[in-house]
Structure formats: structure tokens, C-alpha cells
């Protein structure tokens, strides 16, 4: 698939089959995510791999945004280490840019993937930290539900020539 296929392709799924990723597939994923640009290439970012199937089912249950992951086979905790410089006015784009090419990877392979918003919510960000037990410096960005979709999706049409300047505004 052409990269500009994944991004017209990718939807957020949020129902997945019981099929479980491969270890080669998450090195995929996790590989895309690292090509991302950060600010200053202080690449800031942590990533936390859940597959165990009782971790997943209670992350559903403690995260009101996070129900699907009693079936996704895979979740990614994007975090951010916020001891490294510049990490605080860097890390929203930074971990974005990272979770952003791990959807379209994640398109592009044939799986489905949703973000999970944590980072713009002070409960969720507690109840990440508490529940994995994150060290002081590193702060939950999202996470990234995946697996094989149980849902059928169709592209989304967007492209809104409003929103759209030239040269002035
Ligand atoms: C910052 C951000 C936070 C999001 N948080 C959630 C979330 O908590 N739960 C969820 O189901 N989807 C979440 N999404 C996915 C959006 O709902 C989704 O991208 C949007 O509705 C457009 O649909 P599409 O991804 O299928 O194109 C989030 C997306 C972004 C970029």
C-alpha cells in the first residue's frame, strides 16, 4: 500500500477479532513510531506494550474511553519522559507524531487501531500512572488500542476547501 493510501484509508476501529499480533508486527509498529519527528530529535518518548489479556480487560475497565481493549489483542501506552529537556513543550506533538505513524503503519499492515486519549484528561493520566505504576518523569501521551478489526470501515471524505487559505488570510 502507498503511504498516501493508508492515510486516506485509516478510520478508527474500535471492534477487533480475538486474533493475536505477532511479535514481528508490534517491532513494526513500534519501529514506525520512532521514525517520527521530535522536537530538536530529543525523541522523548516511552513505549509500553500490553498483550497479556487480563492487563487489557483491566485497563477497560478502569478507562471510560477504553472498553474496546476487553477485546483488542494489543495496546500501546505512548509516554513521555518528561526529565529529558524541553520534553514539556515537545511532548504533545512529539508522541502525536509517533501515535499518528503507528495508525497508518497499522493501516498499511492490514490492522486496525484506535487512539485513546489520555493526555488531555488529569483523571486518566492518574489512573495510568497509578495502574502501571509509571515512574515519576513519565507521563501517559495516548493509547493505542490494535488488533485485527471486527468492523468494516469505510475511507472518510474530509477535504474541506474552506478550511483552506492561500497566500492571505
Ligand atoms: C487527540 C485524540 C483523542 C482521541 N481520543 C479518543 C478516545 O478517547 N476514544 C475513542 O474512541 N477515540 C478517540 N479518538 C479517535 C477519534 O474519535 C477519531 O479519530 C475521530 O472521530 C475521527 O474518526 P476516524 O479516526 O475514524 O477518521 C481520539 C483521537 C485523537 C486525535
Known amino acids: 500500500m502507498e503511504t498516501i493510501e493508508a492515510i486516506y484509508k485509516r478510520r478508527s476501529i474500535r471492534k477487533f477479532t480475538d486474533k493475536p499480533m505477532t511479535a514481528q508486527q508490534i517491532e513494526t509498529l513500534l519501529k514506525a513510531a520512532m521514525m517520527a519527528p521530535t522536537g530538536r530529535n530529543m525523541q522523548e518518548w516511552e513505549f509500553l506494550?500490553?498483550?497479556d489479556r487480563q492487563t487489557l480487560s483491566k485497563m477497560a475497565e478502569l478507562l471510560p474511553n477504553g472498553p474496546m481493549l476487553k477485546e483488542a489483542p494489543c495496546a500501546i501506552v505512548?509516554?513521555?519522559?518528561?526529565?529529558?529537556?524541553?520534553?514539556?513543550?515537545?511532548?504533545?506533538?512529539?508522541?502525536?507524531?509517533?501515535?499518528?505513524?503507528?495508525?497508518?503503519?497499522?493501516?498499511?499492515?492490514?490492522?486496525g487501531s484506535v487512539w485513546l486519549g489520555v493526555q488531555n484528561n488529569a483523571e486518566r493520566i492518574e489512573k495510568v500512572k497509578k495502574f502501571f505504576n509509571l515512574p515519576k518523569n513519565i507521563e501517559p501521551f495516548n493509547i493505542i488500542a490494535l488488533g485485527y478489526?471486527?468492523?468494516e470501515k469505510g475511507a472518510a471524505e474530509r477535504y474541506n476547501a474552506k478550511k483552506v487559505r492561500f497566500e492571505k488570510w
Request: net charge negative; proline share 0%.
Open 49 to 51: 506494550v500490553i498483550q
Open 149 to 151: 478489526s471486527a468492523e
Open 78 to 111: 505512548i509516554c513521555a519522559d518528561m526529565d529529558i529537556e524541553m520534553a514539556a513543550a515537545f511532548y504533545a506533538g512529539d508522541c502525536g507524531a509517533a501515535a499518528q505513524n503507528i495508525l497508518l503503519a497499522a493501516t498499511d499492515m492490514g490492522l
